[in-house]
């Protein structure tokens, strides 16, 4: 159907030019553009290098590799270097996909695709147009026209959340933006008002918990909101009311390095992409208290806890979810110091399925199982990989008083295979130099005590082998100390942390990896592991992360990480 409509969209009368532009507001990456005017091709995960290649001529080793080229979100990145080459590529580029695709042929006639690609032609129309003949430029409107017709067919078959959102934001940018189309406005404004009600709930979150993705939402909804403002046009209520929603809940997502915190597939988010986002909803700084999204939040100092305290997404929204519940990352400043490994979808599906596991999380995880599972056995997988079996029972209690902030909660994933509940006690001291915490596996009723009592039977009392990690960033530097019973972490900044646990089980740092997007492999970096079993119902593990007494309350760290100077 895609296909039909696109190719009838092919058929009908065209734009002629702009009643007015948007002016550009997507962020892109300066150091991504040169890599592209320098025939380098990094997308999906896979780089493939072709100097003298039009972008439409590359091999495509994955879906998702040819998604990411017919969006066009790559133009942002050429208009972040914008010197002769990158105009000379980028014109070329998307001259050449009219040329081959702009009748409703070949890939990319998706409404999500079609939504961003048209936001990106309609923003960096000056770079696209700048010395084309007329020939050329009614080309492009006319291409712009069938695609925005295409996408007033067919943005209802966008998947509910992200994808509609894209969908309808593309629609609403080009019928504010070209000649003839201003009928689609008022029904796109309409269905994305109808979707801020549907896809975002009171509390400024959406069903997969990814905080990146409800950046990305929100970002769609401010820009939508400034297009139609621009015009003369007032969003609906509903519209405004899920930007003031999400606000404070992207403010408590957020560490004190200004990056998002990395749960659910998501990553820290586009350099300067909050901030633009935030600065342009306007309204006052709020950030949100208690949970937030399902995540709690400790800051005090120069230092931030963000834990996942909900319970996993269930459905079509766990599709990509992970098991990380209870699981933190800890930052000071501007550098993180414990993380999640994040995800592995760009390094292939191998990747893509350790990055979901519980062992690639900051928290408690028996041997061999994670606290959500994709079938209901732990073994068999769901054909989409949702999560079939997760902890039903996860609740949480913070509170703050003068000695700092706390957080108790718990959850039960590990009761139908093993009757044992994880709770997970944390608190960042006022002055954010200490941060201490007690990890109890425990038995917790007399049903979940005979599950545990049949599982030692099995095991001939051997117990229950379990590990309490501690992803550590790349960047961190780490050893062992005090005669192997702590840890010390040297940061680049040039604070120093010392990890200490309270004895019960045995530490070791073992290697982990960092899952980021936009690089061609994991980096590789260490974890703090400390393992121990429970063999009489319940076992507790303390342990604690803090600052070295020599280490200054206040650091001066100014180096950007891509300075050689701090290499």
């Known amino acids: 159907m895609h296909r039909l409509h696109a190719r009838l969209a ?24 040169r890599q592209l005017t320098g025939g380098n091709f990094l997308f999906a995960g896979f780089l493939i290098e072709g100097r003298e290649k039009s972008i ?24 972040a270097v914008a010197d002769p080459a990158a105009r000379k590529k980028a014109q070329a580029w998307v001259f050449d996909w009219i040329a081959r695709y702009g009748r409703g042929a070949g890939p990319g006639w998706t409404p999500d ?44 078959a966008a998947a509910p959340g992200l994808p509609r959102f894209e969908a309808l934001t593309g629609l609403i940018y080009a019928g504010l933006a070209l000649t003839g189309m201003e009928r689609h406005v008022a029904p796109a404004a309409t269905a994305l008002a109808r979707d801020c009600v549907l896809e975002i709930d009171a509390e400024g979150g959406i069903p997969t918990r990814n905080p990146e993705e409800l950046l990305e939402v929100f970002t769609l909804l401010t820009w939508a909101a400034g297009a139609l403002n621009d015009a003369g046009r007032m969003p609906q209520d509903a519209h405004l009311d899920a930007i003031h929603r999400i606000a404070p809940t992207l403010r408590a997502l957020r560490h004190a390095d200004g990056g998002l915190a990395r749960f659910h597939g998501g990553g820290r988010g586009a350099e300067g992409r909050l ?40 459905g079509r929204a766990s599709w990509n979810a992970h098991a990380s519940t209870l699981a933190m990352e ?32 900051s928290t408690l995880c028996i041997h ?13 997988p769901s054909p989409r990989g949702e999560f079939t079996d997760a902890p039903d029972q996860v609740w949480a209690q913070p509170e703050e008083d003068r000695a700092g902030h706390r957080l108790m909660a718990g959850h039960n994933g590990y009761v139908p295979t093993h009757g044992l509940t994880h709770i997970r006690q944390v608190m960042l001291s006022a002055d954010g130099r200490a941060i201490a915490g007690e990890d109890t596996l425990g038995a917790m009723t007399v049903a979940d005590r005979r599950r545990f009592e049949t599982i030692m039977e099995r095991t001939k009392q051997a117990g229950v082998p379990f590990s309490l990690r501690f992803h550590l960033h790349p960047d961190v530097d780490c050893a062992l100390d005090l005669g192997d019973t702590a840890v010390s972490l040297a940061l680049k900044s040039g604070e120093i942390w010392i ?3 309270d004895g019960v089980a045995d530490l070791a740092l073992e290697p982990s990896v960092y899952l980021e997007s936009g690089r061609l492999k994991p980096r590789a ?31 001066r760290d100014t180096y950007r990480d891509d300075d050689p100077a701090t290499e």
């Not at 702009?18 to 002016?23: D, G, I, K, T």
């Not at 439409?56 to 208009?79: K, M, S, T, Y």
């Not at 901030?275 to 120069?302: F, V």
């Not at 061999?368 to 068999?380: E, M, W």
Request: hydrophobic residues 40%; glycine residues 10%; positive net charge.
């Open 113 to 156: 695709l079609t939504g961003r690609r048209l936001i990106r032609w309609i923003n960096h129309a000056l770079l696209l147009l700048n010395g084309r003949s007329r020939a050329e430029s009614d080309a492009y409107f006319r291409s712009l026209g069938r695609q925005t017709i295409f996408l007033s067919r067919r943005w209802q």
């Open 525 to 555: 970096t260490k974890q703090i592991v400390l393992s121990a079993k429970v063999v009489d119902y319940a076992c507790q593990l303390g342990w604690t992360f803090a600052k070295a007494q020599d280490t200054p309350t206040a650091i």
């Open 499 to 501: 990890f200490r646990h």
């Open 368 to 380: 061999g199982f994670s606290s959500s599972r994709f079938g209901a056995s732990g073994l068999l």
């Open 275 to 314: 901030d633009q986002a935030l600065a342009s909803a306007g309204g006052k700084a709020l950030t949100a208290q208690g949970l937030a999204m399902g995540y709690a939040r400790l800051a005090a100092g120069r230092t931030t806890a963000i834990v996942d305290a909900a319970a996993p997404p269930r």
């Open 330 to 361: 800890l930052t000071s400043g501007r550098r993180p110091i414990v993380v999640n490994c994040g995800s592995g979808i760009s390094f292939g599906p191998d990747w893509r399925r350790a990055g979901r596991a519980t062992p690639s999380h």
């Open 56 to 79: 439409w001529d590359l091999p495509i080793p994955d879906p998702r590799f040819e998604e990411e080229l017919h969006g066009c979100a790559w133009l942002d990145d050429l208009a």
């Open 10 to 33: 092919a058929l009908a009368r065209p734009a002629t030019g702009f009643v007015s532009q948007p002016e550009p507001k997507s962020i892109g990456s300066f150091a991504r553009g």
